[in-house]
């Protein structure tokens, strides 16, 4: 199944980003020219049942790789890869990364555990209510006073494009634990509600570099645009590494 994906740029090498749930590719507005300053081309992907791609009530987390790996595959054939993924997306992520094999991986506040064995109709019921209560720009400021306006408008339709059936079905089936290859990235807001001290230990035991950001909401890159950036010097500081290089 392929995706729809906002392109930018057209740098030698592809960043793929993959949004949380009730996100969408829009949800890096701020970071994308910030990457095709830096180089890149970059490839933000709607998840399935998110944005503008397609639905699938049948959805499965190995499905929903697979749809990343096609849609990446066609669009940038043969090119070298980094990607970023957040919550769900870096689920989604680890989950692909053996097909993708990106160099290097960046997983952003998510622990990559994903609980199996939901009710099916309990699971919808709720992502409808949160979905609804996620519409209001207005109501995002309030409950996230580091949104900005726009950041607001942009997961308010996110929101209203979010198929609670189809993202579901993803947590209906077995338990989903990953580790990610030495040399990946975690990183986590200080404290966090979904990256714990276990979860570091056990990322830090295999080689991941856990890098760790006080003060910073969820989507970090929200609120914390600038600490989010001056973490990721292999992203965000590679035309400053070549010219000193040089």
């Known amino acids: 199944m392929l995706l729809h994906a906002v392109d930018v740029g057209d740098g030698p090498r592809t960043v793929v980003l993959l949004h949380g749930m009730m996100g969408s590719a829009d949800s890096?507005?701020?970071?994308?020219?910030?990457?095709?300053?830096?180089?890149?081309?970059?490839?933000?992907?709607d998840l399935p049942g998110h944005g503008l791609s397609p639905r699938d009530p049948r959805l499965t987390?190995?499905?929903a790789a697979s749809s990343v790996v096609e849609t990446v595959r066609s669009l940038a054939p043969g090119r070298p890869l980094a990607a970023v993924g957040h919550s769900y997306g870096a689920s989604v992520l680890a989950q692909a990364a053996p097909l993708l094999r990106?160099?290097?991986g960046i997983y952003v506040d998510a622990a990559l555990v994903l609980p199996g064995g939901s009710d099916r109709d309990d699971?919808?019921?709720?992502?409808?209510?949160?979905r609804?209560?996620?519409q209001s720009p207005e109501n995002l400021r309030a409950s996230r006073p580091f949104y900005s306006e726009k950041?607001?408008?942009i997961e308010a339709l996110a929101a209203r494009r979010f198929d609670p059936t189809t993202m579901a079905s993803v947590s209906?089936?077995?338990d989903h634990m990953w580790l990610p290859d030495p040399g990946s990235i975690i990183v986590r807001a200080d404290p966090s509600d979904w990256v714990t001290a276990a979860d570091v230990a056990r990322f830090a035991a295999n080689g991941i570099d856990?890098?760790?950001?006080p003060g910073a909401a969820h989507t970090v890159w929200y609120s914390h645009f600038g600490e989010f950036t001056a973490s990721l010097p292999e992203l965000f500081g590679r035309r400053a590494r070549a010219q000193r290089a040089g």
């Open 151 to 153: 950041d607001a408008e």
């Open 61 to 63: 987390i190995e499905q």
């Open 102 to 104: 990106p160099e290097p």
């Open 123 to 130: 699971l919808i019921e709720r992502y409808a209510r949160d």
């Open 132 to 134: 609804e209560a996620r």
């Open 172 to 174: 209906c089936g077995r």
């Open 210 to 213: 856990v890098r760790s950001i």
């Open 28 to 45: 890096w507005w701020r970071m994308m020219p910030v990457l095709a300053a830096q180089g890149f081309r970059v490839l933000a992907i």
